[in-house]
């Protein structure tokens, strides 16, 4: 009876280390399904087809090809992010579009005109900061940036750091929400350990509780892996309650993979209907210590102190 | 005779009236200010430059701040304002304004801003600001009222509650004339 309950508890474990090992990866799969879509006409407005539209990703330097159908429309199937874009096609004037941003999730647009002549052409960004249109005040006396003391350097657009701003972003949207998750089965597993402790020689409270850490571990280990693998920002030195929130996770961090070693050893000497005893003891200590740094965590960017 | 005097008359005036003058920004605190359910945020910054050149009764001014300067304490929310600012892509926010040059002796201006943020140019009309004179410096307040929409900006969440849409740009400038 016992050995069958842990034979389930432990294929159980298995199944849910398994979701865990593969959710960051669908998890990306999910967020990178978007795509740059639009129509390409000619002056008149009359589609052109067989033209070439090639996406460059700005972060990657990876192309994707499409060529335009008869009704002029193409689809490219790209991952979020800022891609340079040309489009091309016989008897026309290529166009290069510096800048265009595909968010997760969603299908860009990108609806192009071409003009006649076989020159390329370089359109400019809109709103290029050194190429501002004209304001209410514009006159021919009217300060420049350059007036300010700016340079070039400081008043152009970097593309590539905005690309790293925004997979930081997108990447730590999913800790945030994966931390979130994460701490319900890690209350239901702390409500749990009140009785998977006790004297009972039932083991349904205890294989609840084993099942629920089980699920908090993977869930925390994706919440990890995001906040981990989103991109540094040179040049940024940390302030502020980000700095608490990172040193807490030198003690949740190694407290989630301690506190299911311990827990193991204590599951293991109850269900040998041992009492339990040595480091496993430690199990329920460390694991309250775990989820307090955890939540601790979580309050200090969420609530201002 | 009354003709020689009229002519040496606009040859002292003319110059004059049309001379051109400037204006210098000294120093300046411009303070966005973010409301969230659980937060209130101020993002500070104290490098904006600016100067105004007046000509023929008219001055245009120009103030430019880089989004990165902005501090608001927490270089994480930085980043992220950063991000969704798109502050990267577009370093500088601008605002351009004309007033008249008698307007410094007022003690209240109501100026016509246009701003450039995010890639995007929104004008605020009419915007209030206090004046006060010592000298040669005229200390300038007052509250611009910007909102995320105006600038197509997405307001920003936090667990998964999103930021109101007005910012306040809070205004405090010291100008000089040169």
Redesign the interface.
Known sequence: MLSNLWRRCVSGLLVVSLFGMLAPALIAQMAAKSALTGRVTDASGSAVANATVTATSVETGQTRSATTGPDGTYKLDVAPGNYRVKLEATGFKRVEIP?VTVSGAEIAVLDEKLEGEEQSAVRP???Q?ED??N?????S?????S????SPE??????Q??A???K??RM?KIH??MG?ITTIPLIATVVTSLNAGGKSEGTASRDLHVALGALTGDLYAITAYYAIRAPR?PG???????KF?EAMAWVHGPGMILTPILGAMAFSQKNNGEKVHGIAQAHGPVAIVTAGAFGAALLS????F | MNRKILIAFLFVAIPTLGA?SQWVLQQSTLTYHVSHP????DGVSHTA???????AG?C???I?V?VKSF???????D??M???T???????V?V???LPESAAASATINA?L?I?FA???A?YKQVPFKLETQGDETHITGTIPATLSDFKIDPPS???MPVKNDIPVRVDMIWRQQ
């Open positions: 800048a960004k809109p709103a900061q501002l249109p304001a209410p005040s514009s006159s006396t009217a300060p420049s940036l007036d300010l003391g700016l400081q008043t152009r657009g970097n593309p750091e905005q790293l701003l925004d930081r972003t730590l945030q929400r979130l920002i940024t030195k940390k302030r502020g309650p980000i929130h960017v969420s609530v201002k | 051109d659980l937060h209130q945020t430059k600016g100067k105004g050149v007046c000509h008219e245009d001014f120009l430019a880089p501090d608001s304490g927490d270089s994480n929310r980043l992220h950063l991000q969704v798109r502050g990267a892509e577009f370093p500088i601008t351009r304004t004309r016509d246009e450039q890639g995007q140019t004008q936090l667990l998964t």
